[in-house]
Nanobody
Framework: QVQLVESGGGSVQAGGSLRLSCVVN????????VAWYRQVPGKSREMIRA??????TNYTDPQGRYTISRDNFKRTVDLQLLNMKPEDTGVYYC?????????WGQGTQVTVSS
């Protein structure tokens, strides 16, 4: 059984940063696409960034708002949120796709105060 466990959420002031981590238990992690999503109040979930199983293991947002990195040995995908703004407040979810099967984590709350 595949299980995704997010951690690292919390409260931060505007301009601060947070590091979220997703551990994927079960299955062949090296074959999975893993992504982070955000759901703000009143809106549907939107993808921040996905990392495919092959190729690059890290990516930096051109606007400098986040970095995402993958560690195939630790079976983790981390999301570093930078220069955070109140509109970043929401629940952050880890998602993974393995073949045709998708799964979600339970989510972790992030709150940014002005």
């Amino acid at each position: 059984q595949v299980q995704l466990v997010e951690s690292g959420g919390g409260s931060v002031q505007a301009g601060g940063s947070l590091r979220l981590s997703c551990v994927v238990n079960g299955g062949r992690f090296g074959e999975m696409t893993v992504a982070w999503y955000r759901q703000v109040p009143g809106k549907s979930r939107e993808m921040i960034r996905a990392i495919a199983p092959y190729g690059r293991t890290n990516y930096t947002d051109p606007q400098g708002r986040y970095t995402i990195s993958r560690d195939n040995f630790k079976r983790t995908v981390d999301l570093q949120l930078l220069n955070m703004k109140p509109e970043d407040t929401g629940v952050y979810y880890c998602w993974r796709k393995w073949g045709s099967i998708v799964a979600w984590g339970q989510g972790t709350q992030v709150t940014v105060s002005s």
